[in-house]
Structure formats: C-alpha cells, structure tokens
C-alpha cells in the first residue's frame, strides 16, 4: 500500500528522506530542546565548536517564540526551504512542552511547511500520539541495539518516570519503548527513519538484526552512521568508524531495506542544504536583545558564575579558577556586574586531602548564584555547589551562549 499523495510530496521534498532531495531543498534544525532523558557514552551535548558538525552540537538554544523568529528569517532568505525539524541538542521529546510549542507557532503562520523531529525514543510510548496529531510526518529514531547487552555497553543511564535507570535494565525499557513507538507510528502512517550509530566492537555485528527488525516494525529507512567521537564522551578515544566499514554495511543492509547514504550527521542548528550549512548566518545572539519579551523566556534576574580567563570563552575548571564572572540576566539579556577573586583550591594530587576546607569557601561565595558555568567540574565540588542550591553547568563555547544555554538549562529544571 502506497503513502497518501500529500506524504508522498512532503517527502520527495525532504533531504534526509529523498536523495534526490537534498541538493535541491534545505532544512532548518531549531534548537529548542536541550535537555535530554539518556546518556550515551558516545555523546557529550555540552561540548561545542562553531566549526564542528555532529548531534548534540548548537551555537545558541531557542525559546519557541524565539525559533518562530528565526523560522521567518530563515524563510525569507531561503526560497528553498521545506523542512523544518527538531533535532535537540539533547532529545526532542524530553523537552515536549517546547518542541510541540515551536511546531504549534511556525503552523500557525506556514501551515504546509514539512515538520519533523528527532527522537532516542524513551518517550515514543507517552507522545506518539500527540506527535500524529500535530501533524508530523516524519520521525527519527536512533535505535543502536535490540539486544539489551549489547545496549547497556552504548548508554550511561536513562531517567524514566522519575528513575534513574543504567546497564541492562535502562537498555530494557529503552528498548522496549523504541519498538512500541516505532510500530505504533508506522501504523498510523508516519514515515520512520531508523538512525544506528556504527560503533567498532560494539554494535557492528549486531547492525543487521537491527534493520532486520525495524523493517518488520514498519520503518521506512534506516542511516547507518560513523560514530564520532566526542571530546568528554566515554567513547572519545574510541576509533572513529571508517566511511568503507560504513558503506560495506549499508550494502549488506540494502538487501533488507533501503538505505540513506547521504547523511551529513548534521548540528542541532543545521540551516541550509545537507552539503553547506549556514547556521551560522543566522544566529539570533546578535538581535534577540531587541525582540520583545515572551512568556518562554525566564523573567526574574538570576546570577550566573563564570570561570573564564579573559570573559571570552568558557575555558577554565573550576578547580583552577582564581576568579569568577558574576553576571545578572532577565530575558536573556545578561551583563557583567563584577568579578569576584576566589584562592585557587586544585593544587595537584599531593595536596588534594588538604582542599576540602577552600573548596567550601569557594562554594560559599557563590552562595547567590543560581548555577556556575565552567569548562569541566568534579564531582565533589558539583555536590557542594548542589547542597547550596546552585546548579553545575559543564559548556565549552563562548561566555555569550554559555549564559544562555545554563538559562536554558535553570528553566527546565523548573518546568521538571
């Protein structure tokens, strides 16, 4: 059975669905969900490079009011944009209320405009249904093992329902999720795109069982993917996976199903055709000061702690810094309202056992800070900074996206 006409011409106009497609239409990503329900080993979302292209990385995080503004900005210089979707930084349906939000305001206003989203699908089960019902066609799924073992050897932890899950048992109810939600959308006629991330020694046997099964789930394409590995990751030192053990792969797999090969693992923030992305023409970090206010955007003034060494960039941990940036912010506007000078704790592994009464200055300090923004942290001090009432946030870009990102961050942390 055929897919409905209007699907059909959705999708020979979507380039990660059509290869005839992606050097003839662009896609905007829009980065308005940041936080994220597991935790792969091979992904670090707070690690960030204006010329890095992979999952997980953004230059800026957006308010749904603030991705409507940039969806018409988009538009107006793009003639040939057709997609719009949803693709983190952390996982779309973790952050429900604004990814639902975002489509919501851009229909309103482009009701033919093609949506869809990315998803690791702990949560297809609870959201399936409502993403039908917001009219997404298209849906991803990264889906890396049907083997729970081998799963457990991929993600850190899953927080579901409350829970902090990790090993076998999260890649159990991961596993079990992807698959309900899977079927459930390819039944109702959503077209399913399957993302495996292709790690040597890993998954790279088991890949075959997992298009296998997919296919019999109902999905329509599955992306076999290299993995890259990420500065901070569990996997960093890793080997990156060959483009020949990728294509090799995917020839194996296309006797089962049809296969995408002209991914470019695109950025959370991805503008343009899949071969030349322009996010970052149009990053709203140097107009959204003059935009009005929304509901979206925190509204009271919060201070935020910044270890940098020039004001720059994000750069120092916080065990080296000798000071910190205090800035104040409402609406997402922040300014520098002092630096504060604090002893430098980390003085090397033979004098760790005599730090612990620094550290707790230290943190006492920054006792009327809403969260503190370093390059890396370690355990012991995030937990002091988290008995005050502070949240750790771990970033490396400039102080700029930095304060909005840990923003971002505070305020979903009061929606959950």
Request: hydrophobic content about 40%.
């Amino acid at each position: 059975m055929g897919m409905p006409d209007d699907i059909a011409e959705k999708t020979s106009k979507h380039p990660c669905y059509s290869a005839e497609a992606h050097t003839k239409y662009a896609r905007m990503h829009l980065p308005v969900a940041p936080a994220c329900n597991i935790q792969c080993n091979y992904c670090n979302r707070k690690f960030d490079c204006v010329h890095e292209s992979r999952p997980g990385v953004t230059s800026e995080i957006l308010t749904p009011a603030e991705a409507l503004l940039k969806f018409s900005w988009v538009k107006e210089q793009i003639e040939q944009l057709s997609v719009v979707g949803i693709a983190g930084p952390g996982d779309a349906l973790a952050n429900w209320p604004e990814t639902k939000k975002a489509i919501e305001l851009i229909k309103a206003i482009d009701p033919k405009m093609t949506f869809c989203l990315s998803t690791n699908g702990l949560m297809l089960p609870e959201y399936g249904q409502e993403i039908i019902d917001l009219g997404v066609n298209h849906v991803t799924v990264t889906c890396n093992a049907i083997d729970p073992e081998i799963g457990a050897k991929l993600y850190q932890y899953a927080r579901y329902k409350g829970e902090r899950l990790t090993g076998v048992t999260a890649a159990q109810v991961l596993l079990k999720n992807q698959l309900a939600g899977i079927e459930f959308l390819a039944n109702h006629g959503v077209l399913v795109k399957v993302n495996i991330v292709m790690v040597t020694g890993v998954n790279d046997q088991h890949i075959p069982e997992v298009v296998k099964k997919v296919k019999e789930l109902g999905a329509f394409i599955t992306n076999i993917m290299p993995l890259i590995p990420a500065p901070g990751s569990n996997f960093e030192n890793f080997p990156q996976t060959s483009m020949k053990d990728i294509n090799e792969m995917r020839n194996l797999c296309q006797l089962d199903m049809q296969q995408m090969r002209h991914c470019k693992q695109c950025r959370a923030d991805a503008i343009g055709l899949l071969g030349e992305d322009r996010s970052q023409e149009f990053r709203l970090s140097s107009i959204v000061q003059q935009q009005p206010a929304s509901e979206e955007v925190i509204a009271k003034p919060i201070k935020i702690a910044v270890a940098s060494k020039y004001g720059k960039l994000v750069d120092l941990h916080f065990g080296h810094a000798t000071e910190f940036r205090i800035y104040q912010g409402e609406n997402n506007t922040f300014k520098l309202l002092e630096t504060r000078q604090v002893d430098k704790y980390c003085a090397g592994m033979q004098e760790c056992d005599t730090e612990e009464e620094r550290r707790e200055v230290i943190v006492e300090s920054l006792k009327d800070c809403a969260a503190v923004l370093t390059m890396r942290i370690g355990h012991s001090a995030k937990e002091r900074l988290r008995r005050k009432g502070i949240q750790s946030i771990e970033f490396c870009d400039s102080v700029e996206n930095g304060l909005r990102y840990t923003a971002e961050e505070l305020k979903m942390k009061e929606v959950m």
